[in-house]
């Protein structure tokens, strides 16, 4: 704890000052500068996305603009666990860059541009290969809430098959708008999308949210295949109204997870 | 070790003055001073439990007050892995907090209050969603003694289906005195009991006993599930007498894990 | 991250100046000198492998000389954890090192001079016991890719069983030109050949490249090992075009990976 | 590594002084003075275990005395993970301690005394309840090498049950020599010999083999059993020869990992 303390106010100051000078580079492209608290929000989500096993070299997690609806804030091309407030850039729903210099773009972005543009009330978005999660999207068994920290998962987790939509010889990335917006239709009322031989792609109401479930869905996915093998297949779930209720009480309480994870996530190295 | 020794060394020396003052603007509240060395044991508990990961986030250790049968002392509302002796507030056994200032209480304090109420010889409780453990909950096998280390689950592990005591559409968090005693009332002579769907409660006569046991049940959990598919449900687990007797033996050398976790678990961060 | 800049900064000048005296004297016995920045790789692909649980003492990885196709580099015998820019030596296509001084060999450089004589192609070598692959070398299941990150398994897996070659009772180390060549007969157009009983061999055209496989060889066979329970044997595996697709795009990503691995490879210890 | 080359250096100088100190008091009882490097490396070998997560809180490693084989060396009661050369004590074969002075010794010493009286060939043990073996001592699946690392397993794996030699209701430990002397009669030619509900005990020609034997018998055992899953029983394991000549090799090889290990574990902390 001790230690981390001064890595953890530098850095605060750090991400404060950056987010700063990219609300005002910015400030003039878009209809209202950048918290700079939403950029900090972003850039300790990639941290602990990273720390927590969710993401590795590859995966990405983004915001939609507080002060403009139709931007949302991702990093460049990089590896989430080395992503500062510097790296994090401005795009449009077209996936388009407001600003691009010379940054290369992930290739990915249309998955974030086609569901904030298809859901309104979505406000931050991860895309992963959360391990944990790959062999139920490559399988006929759901992955159901097995307890409350994953109640979200209630609403249902669809499998996104790319095949349908980009038919038998892609290479599985979502790299064009028609491919995100295949993808967004997938979405719906729910949490999590898997997607075939590829990863997740989960969606909340804010970066908090999103880290939470994210985080959960690898959880509940390996406990889930755990408890599948000692239940024989019988296992008993949350039922629709436990999922529901949870979520809401879940929903109060995300700061407590999110103050230990950003804690340890920016101590690390 | 080394490099743990300062940082321990500066720990101790907090935490005893955290607690001295602690016990000083308590005292007039409680019929005794709490003891220094029990509030820096629960300190040192919370820290262990998220060391060795039996909780994250979320989950909670509480000790009986040990001049007041009547109390017993919990941390305010946060992740265990943060706590400091300063967090640490006194309850009565109707769950009501005696000095509560501004600070918010875990919904789920009254698994404390309601077992310290039933359980007179229980003097410390951990709370936790021990992830091994969770597909032992949700499922019928039967979480048993694999070896010595957990014998104490020997005198039997009930599930807590919270749904014969709070209807179908909970939450599922113990948020109530009457959900509170309905677990209670399964403990029994229990060491362990499972909450489906959602985590367990362990009980003990110390705070190093309970801490032991919190431990000792996720890795029993994990390694018996192993075991189950090893053998193909066919385990030689302890019978009723070793397990009896082995956890005599286990009572007596609790401070050897104990100094193990806790150099651990402090020199963290 | 912080932390690890000048830790970072200090290996880089060091290994910068070993190579460069590596460089030097070995250029008078080779076509031309070995570029410093392929020993600096060498050394980061030593230590990702160690710290991404791919090797523990045991394994080795060789790059094939930059200036002189007839000679490749390889660390001296030891763990690949503890290897620095001093350690690597330079061996020509029959094994034999040019300048061995004192220094002990690793008894399986053939896997290394077999494998490149035979391919011109392959510019790197990983040999290691990747733990998760162990099963799959020693059991019919095959090793498929699970998900895009492994798409390079898409091009078969073949098993290397050293009874064939060497009968049944060898100690299971490729330890002469005559046994490398048998197992080297096995690679083909694969990336990965698992080798019975023992571990893998896995090939590519670059350091980063041969890095990222081993890597994602590894999480594969983990993840698959889960799907196949979890889907009783059915499991939607990518397809070859699909395999090949995401192999291309992969190949233009690997410098992502490469960063984060490496700055948390030198960071450590 | 840069860092942990002072903490090592100081941790050599301390280990070597502390058992000069330790030669010198103990020489009077016994034949001859003990190496110092021989506690050096028996403390190494506590904190390896321990760090390699063979041991916890829990288990325990010994040498022979090399100046008398009727002595051997081992720690007080006390965590492995914390031993240093000073708490390494001096043992008969009968389990006396010759200089106990207030210090609380291992219970279950008595399987080191026992075992070095059968058999004047092992010079070093480990008694440990390393995780993934205790499943392969409740049930019948034999424990087999599943590779080379292993091989040391080809000389079987006895069950120990110690109903058959204490009754069904004893504690579970090997706590008087009646005890000590069944168990090393399952030794044999046995490298290892599991014990059901409890562990193993693992014997060896010196603490690096010793060491290395513990080590990859956990790995063996986590191994095996998810080859076992996979192959659905049928698992190619090294035969006879294989496992014989691969022992053979393996014991040229023992200095290699013991670098890293004690690199790794001397670091910590």
Request: aromatic share 6%; no cysteine; glycine share 8%.
């Amino acid at each position: 704890m001790r230690k981390s303390v001064p890595l953890l106010g530098t850095f605060l100051l750090a991400a404060a000052a950056a987010a700063l000078e990219f609300a005002e580079s910015a400030s003039s492209k878009t209809r209202g500068p950048v918290d700079p608290g939403l950029v900090d929000d972003l850039v300790a989500a990639n941290r602990i996305l990273d720390a927590q096993g969710v993401v590795d070299g590859f995966g990405h997690v983004s915001a939609r603009h507080d002060g403009d609806p139709n931007r949302f804030l991702l990093a460049r091309s990089m590896a989430p666990g080395l992503v500062t407030a510097g790296d994090i850039m401005e795009f449009d729903l077209d996936g388009d860059a407001l600003d691009p210099r010379d940054r290369s773009l992930y290739v990915e972005r249309f998955i974030h541009s086609e569901i904030y543009k298809a859901y309104p009330e979505i406000k931050a978005i991860v895309h992963s290969h959360s391990p944990s999660i790959i062999p139920f999207g490559t399988t006929t068994a759901p992955l159901r809430p097995i307890y409350h920290m994953s109640s979200f998962l209630g609403a249902g987790v669809p499998i996104f098959e790319i095949r349908e939509a980009g038919g038998p010889a892609t290479d599985m990335l979502i790299r064009n708008p028609e491919l995100g917006a295949a993808l967004a239709r997938k979405v719906g009322n729910s949490a999590v999308v898997l997607m075939r031989g590829h990863g997740d792609v989960v969606v909340g109401q804010s970066i908090q949210q999103v880290v939470f479930r994210a985080i959960y869905t690898e959880i509940n996915a390996r406990l889930e295949a755990e408890a599948l093998r000692l239940g024989e297949g019988e296992v008993n779930f949350l039922n629709a109204e436990e999922a529901a209720s949870a979520t809401a009480t879940n929903n109060a309480a995300l700061g407590r997870t999110w103050e230990l994870w950003k804690r340890q996530a920016l101590s690390r190295r």
